[in-house]
């Protein structure tokens, strides 16, 4: 038993030490759009689901990149303020499946070929959203999560989602090299590590027993390897159940899809295991709270019947073009931590991370993660939270 634990712990540390690279550039990237792009006003660029508001909601998102919890807490945000709901749920699905984080990270653990899909898939998924949430979503149906959004129950990482620590003049450059747009860019850093490591140690240690303890040939029995055919239909139906079941969302998904991919789930399968972030049992419990019961249940089977159809076009897509990678070849089975480019740019980016962390600690960092997980004041819950 001892050596089996220690087994799941080394897997656990090999992929740690994979992403950390990856991680830190995402964020660091991540950070920086956040400084300089707002959230204030969101609400009044949402009115409806036209067409054109749909892509300014997923280019905002993308722009806005946040965890699961933040994502949906700020969804709902949005909704009290006035945006349309589908909209906000378009917006919700894009700030955690179109972020640079999760492309640079899928880049190096499973290769370019995931990270493409995911932003070919994304929007195909958020239009099915759109499309399915209009047929079921009837006006009394919105009437009623709009009442029951009002009542203002709280979720998680709420603190988070209402911070707008962004500048607002001047341009790109001016506002990223001044001090406040670096301070504001530490904080983001920060923050994002703060609201995100839970999960991705989650998904670390759930990956790292998995890859230890799980033999192949339950995997292959799992996904239907022996069944060429039929395993493309299966795996995106099966990845969001493996997602719901794993209680882990945002990027701390990366190392378990890795996993899957490496155990025989179909390209299509990988995908939609990612996309389905946003329906962890959590998050539904959430929904609950936000919208209430019936709401909460026509997400979940939207979100799910979306998410299935949009992987299996990408499945079938990546197939014609010839864009499937071998199964096998995710960084997560590395025997063991040698030194090459991976060890050198996480010693440049840890680096970074220790100068991004110094200036956070001098500049109120603290006292704002604080915050993070309290919703704010009812009377202003769009108050916005400025560097020091």
């Known amino acids: 038993m001892l050596t089996h634990i220690l087994e799941a712990l ?223 239909f299966w795996g995106p139906l099966i990845g969001p159940m493996v997602a719901v079941l794993s209680f882990v969302c945002s990027v701390g998904n990366v190392p378990l899809a890795a996993v899957l991919w490496n155990g025989g789930i179909s390209f299509g399968g990988v995908i939609s295991f990612l996309f389905a972030d946003l329906i962890i049992l959590p998050i539904l419990n959430i929904y609950r709270k936000y919208y209430g019961l019936k709401v909460a249940a026509v997400l979940f089977f939207t979100f799910y019947a979306a998410m299935s159809l949009a992987s299996l076009c990408i499945e079938f897509l990546f197939a014609a073009l010839h864009l499937i990678p071998a199964h096998g070849g995710a960084s997560v089975m590395e025997e063991h931590i040698s030194w090459n480019y991976t060890s050198i740019l996480n010693i440049v980016f840890l680096a970074i991370t220790a100068l991004l962390l110094w200036l956070f600690l001098r500049t109120g960092g603290p006292e704002m993660m604080r915050m993070m997980d309290h919703a704010p004041d009812k009377n202003d819950e769009t108050a916005h939270h400025h560097c020091h």
């Open 10 to 232: 080394r897997m656990t540390g090999i992929m740690a030490w994979s992403m950390l690279w990856a991680l830190c550039l995402g964020f660091l990237i991540s950070g920086v759009v956040e400084a300089v792009v707002s959230k204030e006003q969101l609400s009044k660029l949402l009115p409806d689901s036209s067409p054109k508001t749909i892509l300014i909601a997923s280019g905002l998102g993308a722009a806005s990149s946040s965890c699961s919890y933040a994502a949906t807490a700020l969804a709902r945000t949005l909704f009290r303020k006035g945006a349309d709901f589908i909209a906000a749920i378009a917006f919700q699905f894009a700030s955690t499946n179109l972020v640079v984080e999760l492309s640079v990270l899928l880049a190096v653990m499973l290769g370019w070929q995931f990270t493409l899909a995911e932003f070919t898939g994304g929007p195909i998924m958020i239009g099915l959203i759109v499309v399915l949430l209009r047929i079921t979503l009837k006006p009394a149906l919105i009437e009623a999560a709009r009442k029951q959004a009002q009542r203002g129950l709280e979720g998680k990482m709420e603190g988070h989602a209402a911070m707008d620590m962004s500048l607002h003049s001047g341009s790109f450059w001016q506002k990223l090299s001044s001090a406040k747009g670096i301070t504001a860019t530490s904080h983001y850093f920060w923050m994002d590590w703060y609201s995100l490591w839970p999960d991705i140690a989650g998904g670390l240690l759930i990956s790292g027993c998995l890859a230890a303890w799980v033999p192949q040939t339950f995997w292959k029995g799992l996904f239907l390897v022996g069944h060429p055919l039929l395993a493309k």
